[in-house]
């Protein structure tokens, strides 16, 4: 059948799904999510056994054994997920929330009120454990969810999503409120971008070239995330070994991820002792240093030459960009110029120079003094998140059940005209 | 020379803008806006000479007496652009707003901050206080503001848009601040619609034709407005003078705006006293009522019979459609499949039925016997507004100053790593 027929179908039974949904007890909506974390314990050898067919098949396709741990469920990564689950059924519910309200001159009593966004599609690459996160948060939050995952991930994803179905089924829920696009093509996915009328909104998670497809494509609206291309900026004034010792957790614990740093900025007057501090720390990890004239002059031969792309690119590795610059504005210039707006640093004991720095970076998270390894739900003391927005519109910075949510007005009269 | 490329040198210019805009003090803000206000005065013969202009070229044209009604200016009205223009230098600033914050077990201090959302894009029709109302809105918030105006209201735009400049100016900002796009054609509209990259959001006011066209073919987010397809349901308990008191009120007191209501439901119980009383009152303004069988064998043959199209459309005239259904789950059927989710009403002294309606109907406004007239920034207490959000990414309802900024975290450390 026609895929655009197929989705349209899915669409006006998850739009069905989620009015009931909407409605939905938190304490229903727990039990549903209990009763999915307790069968993906008792089906985690059906998952394994699922698994090990798109394990066998990304082999064979030559998948990197990167892409192959990440697609890989195993017992621990299965009681991993429940225990997720477990976790967002223990938050507490946004919807219904009163957010402000009183009464007008007229009389008329206006509430505005937190409800939830509808219907929400995410799509994903290879890693199966965003199926059921994903799915559980959008549940808690009241919305219906369309999943679309990778196709290494397609045998795993669909057993992950038949359980979780007949949990919330026997939950009390209409099954619908989670659904799974099965078809793994590119149509598929560009139908899916299109669903409007029924889709409220579109989260992609993944890499840049998936975000950039989907920003480019989507007629539906879509919160951008993940992509950080994220700066250190070591000040005149920095304490020197906070600063190698900042630079070096946030490129070096855990290079893969969004918040992880990409590129330092140092500043010239410091820049002889700074980087000397700097490449001491970064050579217990063996990270590559591309650095610009001045770096190379200061740090010798190792350096490798920074082109204007290495500014550019988020390395996600063992590879950290290196500029010398004049003062604060032109770090600051460096930054508007290069940032992706996720997580920026300032290293310093400058009162002004920190002050200016937050004032006029145009990032989600912008930090004094701490790693950029911070930005994260969990982090932020928000529990699990759906993704780090860096877009500007609905939300920004780590996203949690908060924002998966709409307000809605509710507006008692008695008769009221105007 | 290419569209794209003058629009992308604006784009450009109106981002550098931002980022000293987002920095100026209120009071540097405000000031401009008084001095924009004073232009307006001064400059109100320069002004209805401009827009002389458009009114000839416009009735050259055949431009409906509606339209070049809104398209025109005068005294008063250019007097009523100042006033507004200076009740937003009196609203409070929503830039810099501590919304929350705290310390963190490891002895982070975050805390979320409002900031403006950077760049905004415009894209109206034929009403010239637009220009000025908009521009103010986004000022005082913080944002760059890139205007696009309908051709019929061209030259009136270029003088309302070249004294905004010199005032804003004069009183210390970058006058590229406000912009607006002189070509009025629709590559131009669709080069905005995709200037992904220098536009943060772009928001349509107009009908419902413009809403669409921006919705399908913009690439940048877009905050849907304006459209609306309002009922208001008449339950069997309800006190059937408040009914009949009510939409009269929400059809005939301003026909063509969005507030106003299209379709009424009635209780199939009460439907014969409720509706003559009903058309009793609008008979008083002429209105053409278009009615189910039901209503047609109840009221007679004055009543032209409704087709499924009249349930979808928005008359904003006096012509009412009118169902009669037989319960409350039939009426909120109805307005599920029909509404635009911009204002539905209920009247009825039932507590369930008013507490069901509410928590069932999908919209920005659900009211309890009251006028969906409303539905209005300033009725809801928050002054001047930009448009009605009907959809439930980022702003539902009447977006006011708040509806027009961003968040940013800000995290102060002293050498916390992860």
Redesign the interface.
């Known amino acids: 059948m026609d895929i655009n027929i197929v989705l349209a179908e899915m669409g006006k039974k998850a739009k069905e799904a989620s009015?009931l949904l909407?409605?939905a007890d938190s304490a229903v909506k727990n039990r549903a999510l209990l009763a999915i974390a307790s069968e993906l314990r008792s089906k985690t050898a059906a998952l394994i056994e699922a698994n090990a067919k798109d394990i066998s098949a990304g082999e064979a396709n030559g998948l990197s054994s990167a892409l192959i741990d990440r697609l890989r469920l195993t017992e621990e990564r299965i009681e991993g997920m429940a225990q997720g689950v477990e976790d967002i059924a223990k938050m507490s519910d946004p919807v219904g929330e009163i957010i402000s309200g009183?009464r007008?001159p007229n009389g008329?009593q206006?509430e505005k009120i937190r409800?939830p966004?509808?219907v929400i599609g995410i799509i994903y690459e290879a890693r199966p454990n965003v199926t059921s996160d994903a799915a559980a948060l959008c549940l808690k939050s009241g919305n219906a969810v369309i999943l679309k995952g990778g196709k290494e991930a397609i045998n795993s994803n669909k057993a992950i999503a038949d359980l979780m179905r007949s949990a919330i089924e026997s939950a009390g829920l209409c099954k619908d409120c989670i659904q799974l696009v099965e078809d793994t093509s590119r149509e598929a996915a560009s139908a899916l971008m299109r669903l409007?009328g029924y889709l409220?909104?579109l989260i992609p998670r993944g890499g840049k070239g998936l975000i950039r497809a989907v920003?480019?494509q989507s007629?539906v609206?879509?919160?951008e995330t993940g992509a950080g291309n994220c700066h250190v900026y070591v000040d005149k004034d920095a304490?020197l070994d906070?600063a190698a010792?900042?630079i070096?957790?946030?490129k070096t614990?855990r290079p893969s991820v969004c918040n992880a740093i990409e590129t330092i900025l140092v500043h010239s007057d410091i820049a002889d002792k700074a980087l000397a501090k700097i490449k001491q720390r970064l050579d217990e990890k063996k990270v590559e240093i591309r650095g610009c004239e001045k770096t190379q002059s200061l740090l010798g031969a190792s350096v490798v030459p920074a082109s204007e792309t290495d500014y550019d690119t988020e390395y996600l590795d063992y590879i950290l960009a290196c500029r010398v610059v004049e003062n604060l504005d032109e770090a600051i210039e460096h930054i508007?110029k290069y940032s992706s707006g996720h997580s920026e640093c300032i290293v310093t004991e400058n009162y002004t120079a920190a002050q200016e720095f937050?004032?006029?970076i145009?990032?989600?998270?912008?930090?004094?003094?701490?790693?950029t390894?911070?930005?994260d739900g969990g982090?932020?003391?928000y529990g699990a998140e759906i993704g780090i927005s860096t877009?500007?519109?609905?939300a920004?910075?780590p996203m949690g059940l908060y924002d998966l949510t709409?307000?809605?007005?509710?507006?008692?009269?008695?008769?009221?005209?105007?």
Chains 1, 2 share one sequence.
């Open positions: 009015r909407a409605c009183g007008r008329l206006i409800v966004l509808g409007n409220d909104v920003v480019e007629t609206p879509v919160i304490d906070m010792n900042i070096f957790n946030a614990s508007t937050v004032q006029r145009d990032a989600a998270a912008v930090y004094i003094n701490a790693s390894r911070f930005t982090e932020f003391g877009q500007k519109l609905h920004r910075g709409s307000v809605k007005y509710i507006i008692r009269g008695n008769g009221q005209i105007r």
